[in-house]
């Protein structure tokens, strides 16, 4: 789905042959265009549906051969503070919405993200 011409939507299997409304929608997001689309749409229907919205940003780390470990001793700890920082402000920043920002590899956490929301699960955000 990386790199999608426009949003995506998921649904869990089965999830039109239950008679459950929504309660929670998910949105991943990175403040871009198509994240702000799909922030603004899922709004659209959780005030519809009386239905709440949770956003999730994610703060990837180096993705090439560099290990977590290394780039915490090469001094980018900082950095990463910072970023997370810049991240969370963002996400604080945006209205009708419980948000958090996590560090990680983005397709890990979002397919964390979407279990907890298909779960129900309570947040400790």
């Known amino acids: 789905m990386n790199g999608s011409s426009c949003a995506v939507a998921i649904a869990p299997h ?13 949105v ?31 703060v990837n780390l180096p993705t090439t051969e560099v290990t977590y470990w290394e780039v915490m ?10 970023l997370t920082a810049a991240a ?5 920043a945006l209205e009708g919405v419980d948000g958090r920002v996590v560090v990680g590899e983005a397709s890990e ?14 947040f400790s955000w």
């Open 88 to 92: 969370q402000a963002q996400v604080d």
């Open 109 to 122: 956490e979002l397919a964390r993200f979407g279990e907890e929301l298909v779960l129900c699960r309570s």
């Open 14 to 26: 089965g999830y039109a042959q239950r008679s459950r409304s929504i309660q929670v929608i998910g």
């Open 73 to 82: 001793a090469a001094g980018t700890e900082e950095a990463l503070a910072r």
């Open 28 to 58: 991943g997001y990175d403040d871009s265009a198509e994240a702000r689309t799909a922030l603004a749409l899922a709004q659209q229907i959780a005030n519809k549906r009386s239905a709440s919205v949770r956003v999730l940003m994610v």
